[in-house]
């Protein structure tokens, strides 16, 4: 004993008992828990008067006195979107989703709807309750240190990408606002989680989490690809999910400001990048980002957009059908629905991560092709044989549309929602009451307290 206790003393001053179970950054993930329906059907409650009786209500075999937890109803399943090749039957006799309404199809099919639906946080910084998807998550995890140094916790974020490319690696998490002017050092001060007071921040945190809100945008892109192939029923419609505008529609979608479909859910204004004006090659599509000290660099910025740079998206009306638009009775208490166009040198400014972006774009619209068994390209042949004329020729504008009959070939619901993140991270969707679309009965709380609180 006399030579065990100084070197147990010892061991516990390296590695003291608060600290257990240290999680390194690069080990470790985080796998939920299958989800199951407890549904079964609740038996008919027996009466409780003598009349017809022969013994007590107690002595009955499904008595719902001494056996209550039979008559527990439990909730079903959630209805679903049933995308199958083939007929299939429910041979194990689990509840099995039932497929959904038409109604319901158009509201699974609303960005909007379905962001509103998540589940509700509360943010760290300004204490307010948002859904999930209007927040950043993150985890403390353990950075490997030297032995016999102190543990050190910093906070990354967690679950941004899709889980198919990167799960989560922790369960218990903080949340903050998805708006990057949160994430400045005087603002993360204020932030405080029980499950790690001594937790801190790093200074590229910020960085990390706008390359990580632009990977989700491309590998959206790529699971739509994969998902896109499954070929349709003979009898049931063909809808486009992401198609180019034509020059003379995104020429008038310029001069007007209307998007010429009512199901649109966004646009994205995507060039091919330019070849590099000494090298006289293209950049190499790569989801890395190009940091150099601090600096992030773009090969083919033109002069242009040194001067003056575009706005990462702006808002446009659609166009209605008059039919819908006299429907409405209360047209003039309704804002007129918006949809956002993205401008790709804006949103990814990196030369080889807006390579990615256009050649997923590109994989997606030769995906449509095939399913839809289309011709190689439209763009090279008018409608009539002959040769296109420039206003029938293919834009650098891609629409992507949304409604209950495309969400039955592919889910594109997901890649507008990484869409709209990205731009509620610059603080596009925060500027005013109007250009939020009224997410919130407060709009102005953001600029409200940061004027109260003296942040900069």
Known sequence: MPRLLPRLIKKLKEAPLAERRPRPLDEGRYIPWARTSAYRPVPDRPSFGALGRTQSIVLDHMSPVTNRHLYLRHKSAPPRVHVATSETTNVSGQNRSREMTAKELEWWSSPYLRMLTRPLRRCAVSRKQLPNDFLIRLIALQVPVPRGAKSIKVWMPDGLQHSKFRQRKGQRAMYITCWKDLFSPNNLNRAHSPHAPNATFHKHLAMQIE??????????????????????????????????????????????????????????????????????????????????????????????????????????????????????????????????????????????????????????????????????????????????????????????????????????????????????????????????????????????????????
């Open 211 to 456: 390359h990580h809100l632009r990977v989700r945008v491309i590998q959206e892109l790529q699971l739509l690809a994969k998902a896109l192939p499954r070929r349709l029923k003979k009898n049931e419609p063909e809808p486009a999910i992401l198609r180019r505008l034509t020059r003379a529609e995104f020429r008038e979608l310029r001069e007007t400001g209307v998007i010429p479909h009512p199901d649109a859910v966004a646009v994205l204004v995507v060039p091919p990048v330019n070849r590099h004006p000494a090298a006289r090659v293209r950049p190499v599509p790569s989801m890395q980002p190009e940091i150099v000290e601090g600096v992030q660099s773009s090969s083919d910025t033109s002069a242009t957009l040194r001067k003056r740079p575009l706005p990462l998206s702006t808002m446009h009306c659609i166009q209605l059908e008059p039919p819908q638009q006299v429907e409405l009775s209360f047209a003039s208490l309704v804002p007129n629905a918006q949809v956002p166009l993205y401008n790709g040198l804006s949103m990814f400014p990196s030369a080889s991560q807006r390579a990615a972006l256009h050649k997923s774009l590109c994989q997606v619209l030769e995906a449509e092709r095939r399913s839809l068994s289309r011709k190689p390209s439209a763009r090279n042949d008018s409608r009539d044989g002959g040769p296109a004329s420039s206003g029938d020729k293919g834009s650098h504008a891609f629409l992507l549309i949304s409604n209950e009959r495309t969400v039955k070939r592919a889910d594109s619901v997901a890649l507008s929602i990484a869409l709209w993140r990205l731009r509620m991270w610059q603080g596009d969707s925060y500027q005013s009451q109007s250009c939020s679309g009224g997410w919130e009965v407060d709009g102005e709380w953001r600029m409200k307290y940061a004027q109260s609180t003296g942040w900069q």
